[in-house]
């Protein structure tokens, strides 16, 4: 093997490596910046997947239905223990955080969320969510990643982040404007100009047109200076929310620290695992929405306390929800339909849409009455501000949640 290869191959390897951890992150969160400038509302939208199917019955308890009692013997929430939403619903006795937030006209709950001839298996149904597309048709790019080359080629590169040590979602995949992946804040910041001093000289004998150090050559000192700026502005983030010691926690804290540093970024994305709750799913359930209640409620005080609040948009949705009936592992099997979340000051509080009868079923499961990519066209075209039809590939009516 060549001294030559070895160093284009070192190349390739930082660059892929900590593209996404230490160069390529602040390079596109400068851009970012530049292009938030131009279109300066500031606006944000942090989207948080609730991976696994989330029981949504006993997120939102129907609690007038007497068939959720009748179907749900063991699993079913006594109406004297939600969290009272409306005459008819209640939350999950561990979603005060969010229970608080609704109280104060902050969440919007969308009832009846799903699509068509629903697919049952995980995978595939993430890749719907993520791709508007079926299986049977070409999939190479998200719905958020074409948003991001609609918005490049208009204003310049407006990546998003994925906060998580998990394969990057498919909804980020762009065809130019990538969107990098951060485990930890501290991963993606330039320590010192020597680095890239050291990463340009042992690969710069022999390729001086290689694109890849070319590009090293180009962004190197930009890099290094935004990684300075959210570096300082992460030391001197301050806040007086307190937010729940769990990793949800801290991902959505650092997407704080990065709104206070004055990113242009435009969409945060990340993920909490383990809804698919088949077994004893009481106490493991129980424990989800109290981590995801927690970790919201202090996000959105944070934001409050930083004069944001206004300016940001948090989206949750699962793939599906799970069967009215439980099962006889004191669980419940994958369903369709389930409520979607849009939170924040910017929404229009309340529930949204019928409650989906739970009698008139399909396969034992929720039939859905709002597509999901409506819920996408709310956010695309009332808070993105951008053209949802050639993203959505069909047109899909905004809901009036915004």
Not at 12 to 18: D, N, S
Not at 296 to 304: C, G, N, T, Y
Request: charged share 25%.
């Amino acid at each position: 093997m060549s001294l030559h290869f070895q160093r284009r191959q070192f190349l390739r390897g930082a660059m892929g490596a900590t593209a996404i951890a230490s160069l390529s992150g602040p390079a596109l969160l400068r851009q970012a910046a530049r292009a938030a400038e131009a279109n300066d509302d500031g606006r944000i939208l942090v989207v948080l997947q609730l991976s696994g199917g989330n029981d949504g019955l006993n997120t939102i308890v129907p609690f007038r239905d007497q068939e959720y009692y009748k179907q749900r013997p063991q699993l079913a929430i006594p109406e004297a223990r939600t969290l009272r939403l409306t005459d008819d619903h209640g939350m999950h006795p561990a979603m005060t955080g969010l229970a608080a937030q609704f109280e104060a006209g902050r969440v919007a709950v969308v009832q009846g969320i799903g699509y068509d001839n629903p697919n049952r298996s995980h995978f595939e149904s993430m890749d719907i969510w993520h791709s508007c597309r079926r299986k049977d048709q070409t999939r190479t790019t998200g719905w958020l990643g074409r948003c991001f080359d609609q918005l490049g080629s208009q204003q310049g590169d407006v990546p998003g982040i994925h906060l998580g040590e998990e394969k990057q979602p498919f909804a980020l995949a762009a065809e130019r404007m990538a969107a990098p992946s951060i485990g930890q804040l501290d991963n993606f910041q330039l320590r010192s100009r020597e680095q890239v001093t050291q990463l340009v000289r042992d690969s710069a004998a022999g390729d001086s047109d290689d694109s890849l150090l070319s590009f090293v050559k180009t962004n190197a000192v930009s890099a290094l200076e935004t990684s300075r700026r959210v570096r300082e502005a992460a030391e001197r983030y301050r806040s007086t929310a307190v937010y729940p010691e769990t990793a949800l926690g801290e991902k959505l804290r650092t997407v704080a620290k990065l709104i206070s540093a004055g990113m242009g970024t435009k969409v945060y994305y990340l993920t909490l695992d383990g809804f698919d709750t088949h077994s004893e799913q009481e106490g493991a359930h129980a424990s989800l929405l109290r981590k995801w209640s927690g970790a919201v409620d202090a996000f959105l005080r944070d934001l409050e306390s930083q004069g944001s609040l206004n300016r940001v948009l948090l989206m949750c949705f699962s793939e599906f929800g799970r069967r009215v009936q439980e099962n006889a592992s004191a669980g419940t099997d994958h369903g369709a339909a389930a409520p979607a979340f849009l939170i924040g000051d910017p929404v229009q509080g309340g529930i949204h849409g019928r409650q989906p009868s739970l009698t008139d079923l399909q396969q034992g499961d929720l039939k859905h009455h709002t597509d999901f990519r409506q819920l996408y066209a709310t956010v695309l075209e009332k808070w993105l501000k951008v053209a949802s039809e050639p993203l959505l590939e069909g047109k899909y009516a905004p809901l009036d949640v915004l």
